[in-house]
């Protein structure tokens, strides 16, 4: 059930700037949560809780994508 997670950050997206590729890997590492997770796999965390964890965060994220869709609908009609 693992995931394999690749993180790659290049130069060349970067421009050679080693803070800029600091900042985008820990960017891209929060993003896959990556971290969360090890922190999760370190104690027991009964099935139960884990599901409730997991929808509490599925619905937190539909309110945000909710929010960030009326925000563009009343961009657009301001726009009109």
Known sequence: MAKLANVIVKAREC???HERMIRRFIKKVKKE??????????????????KKEK????????????????RMQ???NRNN
């Not at 949560?33 to 884990?50: C, H, L, M, T």
């Not at 929808?55 to 009326?70: T, V």
Request: charged share 60%; hydrophobic share 20%.
């Open 55 to 70: 929808r509490i965060r599925a619905q937190r994220l539909r309110l945000k994508e909710e929010r960030k869709r009326q």
């Open 33 to 50: 949560r990556i971290i969360e997770e090890v922190r999760d796999r370190k104690r027991y965390k009964k099935p139960s809780v884990a």
């Open 74 to 76: 009343q961009k657009r």
């Open 15 to 17: 421009r050679g700037n």
